[in-house]
């Protein structure tokens, strides 16, 4: 069986049916040629069944979706950090339960213990060094003041962690 000849009506036909966002497939199926002679014919057109119509915008929608979400993470982090900053030089109240009748006793302190304190600056710590990753995984987050004034948040939480160690004596 011999191949039928290609025809200036196939390759008008392939030019009308990729105008209209046909796959390579649809139009081989609706002019009775191979997905092979499609390609051709489209190649020597200068046509493209490149994947960019529904899937590149899909793809763009997930893309958007996920920098939504980092940037919104990015503010929690953030906020949460400062919540915990603010606990650790508030009172707290310290208790526990003990002794042979497993008694409650509580006291209130100007501030947290040390070891509280270390907890607590290491809890910064990782919420800060998050928001500073989905920072620079974005790069178009924030700018040079704020990623400065994270780093330096940084620097003084790991002192204030090392003060904390050295005065408990962990």
Do not use: C, W
Not at 22 to 36: A, C, F, Q
Not at 46 to 69: H, I, V
């Amino acid at each position: 069986m011999t191949a039928r000849p290609v025809t200036q009506a196939d390759y008008d036909r392939v030019r009308e049916l990729h105008g209209q966002g046909l796959s390579r497939n649809e139009i081989g199926r609706t002019i009775g040629r191979s997905g092979r002679t499609i390609s051709r014919l489209a190649q020597e057109l200068g046509l493209s069944f490149e994947r960019s119509g529904a899937t590149a915008k899909a793809t763009e929608a997930r893309k958007a979706d996920g920098a939504a979400r980092r940037a919104q993470l990015h503010v929690d982090a953030l906020q949460a950090a400062q919540k915990l900053m603010a606990q650790m030089f508030a009172p707290a109240l310290v208790y526990n339960f003990g002794g042979r009748e497993n008694d409650y006793n509580s006291t209130m302190l100007e501030e947290p213990p040390f070891a509280d304190k270390r907890n607590i600056a290491n809890a910064i710590q990782a919420l800060a060094g998050t928001a500073l990753k989905l920072a620079e995984y974005d790069k178009a987050a924030g700018s040079d003041d704020e990623k400065g004034m994270l780093l330096e948040l940084r620097d003084q939480l790991r002192a204030a962690r090392d003060q904390a160690r050295f005065t408990d004596g962990g």
